[in-house]
């Protein structure tokens, strides 16, 4: 009682860093359009990286960079489990350079104060989003609805959650 095991400690060992795997798909992605959205690492060694490009990803590229991740670890000696793949579009945005990426498409901003707001993403920084949103207005003196249209700011600490819109029209 109250020994550790010689298996626990070898595992304790071979455990592989969210940090030492930041630093090889640093080396592998440098001098590309491709960019990190989010690395995990878990205490079993389940490891998912998630890449992002200013033009998409392409799958060969995903293959490229989890080779290079697995050549740097020996499977006799560490088990891992490893998957790389791109940020879905479906997924909400985790980092400032995704927003920039979609600058001009249309976005769903949900806000902590539950609002919900759908417009062209018009700009993003550490400070604010700003979103172009249209809807029709009855304006005095007309008979009809006008379209008005305006450009809406939220404080980046007000955006809980932001997705691209995805359309097939």
Same mark, same amino acid.
């Given at each position: 009682?109250?020994?550790?095991? *010689? !298996?626990?400690?070898?595992?304790? !060992?071979?455990?592989? %860093?969210?940090?030492?795997? +930041?630093? $090889?798909?640093?080396? /592998?992605?440098?001098? %590309?359009?491709?960019?990190?959205? &989010?690395?995990? +690492? ?9 890449? #992002?490009? &200013? /033009?998409? +990803? =392409?799958?060969? #590229?995903?293959? &490229? ?11 006799? @000696?560490? &088990?891992?489990?490893?998957t790389v793949s791109s940020a879905g579009m479906d997924q909400p945005f985790k ?11 249309? @976005?769903?901003?949900?806000?902590? %104060?539950?609002? =919900? $707001?759908?417009?062209? !993403? ?8 700003? $979103? ?11 008979k009809k609805k006008q379209l008005v249209t305006e450009n809406k700011i939220v *404080?980046?600490?007000?955006? =809980?959650? %932001? =997705? ?6």
């Amino acid at each position: 009682r109250g020994q550790t095991s *010689p !298996l626990f400690i070898k595992q304790l !060992l071979e455990m592989i %860093t969210k940090s030492e795997i +930041v630093k $090889l798909v640093e080396e /592998k992605i440098e001098g %590309t359009e491709y960019y990190i959205v &989010d690395i995990s +690492v878990s205490s079993s060694n389940q490891i998912r990286v998630e890449i #992002d490009g &200013d /033009k998409g +990803v =392409k799958i060969n #590229d995903c293959i &490229d960079i989890s080779r290079h991740i697995e050549c740097n670890y020996d499977r006799e @000696v560490v &088990d891992f489990e490893l998957t790389v793949s791109s940020a879905g579009m479906d997924q909400p945005f985790k980092i400032l350079r995704q927003y920039q990426r979609y600058v001009g498409r249309i @976005v769903e901003v949900k806000s902590t %104060t539950g609002d =919900k $707001l759908k417009g062209i !993403l018009v700009s993003a920084n550490e400070e604010a989003v700003v $979103l172009e949103i249209t809807r029709k207005e009855k304006i005095e003196g007309k008979k009809k609805k006008q379209l008005v249209t305006e450009n809406k700011i939220v *404080p980046m600490e007000q955006v =809980k959650e %932001t =997705k691209v819109v995805i359309s097939f029209k």
